[in-house]
């Protein structure tokens, strides 16, 4: 990990979590994705799942083993979203510590290289993978967020660290090779 930027995602998606390419992930010889929830899976202030992001957790299933990780408090908020999903969870993870990262890849049963990270956040998502050597996705929330304070930490983290942007649509990949 020496010389790593461990803010710096794998692969950056100019869109939401949905239009994460299987093949890329293929490619890396991933099996396993780790789920961020809020504004990666689900708009913060949404109660359920929109339909594109259903569809694509269905078509993810195929390929990988899926497990969501949250620092969201609220159990039974995340356990109801995971439930309509159907995917294992963790909530209260406390990223980017990578106490729960670890408990899922036990779970899971495979070695961090094998497993990728999806969220929107560089200083949770992003540097917890990149801290424990799973390959890291940037995506972008699935709608607008109701809730000002992820646009806003979103804001700053893109303005401390300005060398992390977004890949131009049909890009499929920026950031590490």
């Known amino acids: 990990m020496a010389g790593k930027n461990l803010l710096k995602p794998d692969l950056i998606v100019a869109g939401p979590v949905s239009d994460v390419n299987f093949a890329w992930l293929k490619q890396r010889n991933i099996a396993g994705l780790i789920l961020d929830l809020d504004d990666t899976l689900l708009a913060l202030g949404e109660q359920s799942v929109n339909t594109r992001v259903v569809e694509w957790v269905a078509r993810a299933r195929l390929e990988f083993r899926l497990y969501i990780v949250s620092n969201n408090p609220d159990r039974t908020f995340i356990e109801s979203i995971a439930l309509s999903l159907s995917l294992p969870f963790i909530n209260r993870a406390a990223k980017p510590s990578r106490r729960a990262l670890r408990r899922v890849l036990q779970q899971m049963q495979l070695p961090p290289e094998r497993v990728a990270i999806v969220g929107d956040r560089l200083l949770t998502d992003v540097l917890a993978g990149n801290r424990l050597g799973l390959v890291t996705v940037l995506v972008e929330p699935p709608g607008p967020s109701r809730a000002l304070r992820g ?17 131009r649509p049909g890009d499929p990949s920026q950031g590490r090779s």
């Open 151 to 167: 646009s806003w930490l979103r804001a700053v983290e893109r303005f401390f660290f300005p060398d992390v942007v977004v890949a």
